[in-house]
Nanobody, 114 residues
Framework: QVQIVESGGGLVQPGGSLRLSCVVS????????MEWHRQAPGKQRDWVAT???????AYADSVAGRFTISRDKDKNTVYLQMTSLKPEDTAVYYC????????WGQGTQVTVSS
């Protein structure tokens, strides 16, 4: 069974940086698109970024220029480097494999606050 485990969340001050990791087991990340999504309290889950099988990337307008999605095929891990963080980036961040109906991790909390 495929497992997706996110980590790297935490509390950071506005303007700070964090790097999230998404370790995938029993599925090679190079054969599918991988995505990051986030869900703020009381709001719907929103798409943040995608890295395709070919390595192309795409970002939501709200994070473009501040966040970078990348992957390490050897470690079968996807990353989300987040810089210039704002309070409105506070959310639970989820990793998703775009295969079948979509496979999700359990999420990691990111809180941006002074």
């Amino acid at each position: 069974q495929v497992q997706i485990v996110e980590s790297g969340g935490g509390l950071v001050q506005p303007g700070g940086s964090l790097r999230l990791s998404c370790v995938v087991s029993r599925l090679e990340i190079s054969i599918t698109s991988m995505e990051w999504h986030r869900q703020a309290p009381g709001k719907q889950r929103d798409w943040v970024a995608t890295i395709t099988r070919g390595g192309n990337t795409a970002y939501a307008d709200s994070v473009a220029g501040r966040f970078t999605i990348s992957r390490d095929k050897d470690k079968n891990t996807v990353y989300l480097q987040m810089t210039s963080l704002k309070p409105e980036d506070t959310a639970v961040y989820y990793c998703r494999a775009s295969i079948s109906a979509g496979l999700w991790g359990q999420g990691t909390q990111v809180t941006v606050s002074s």
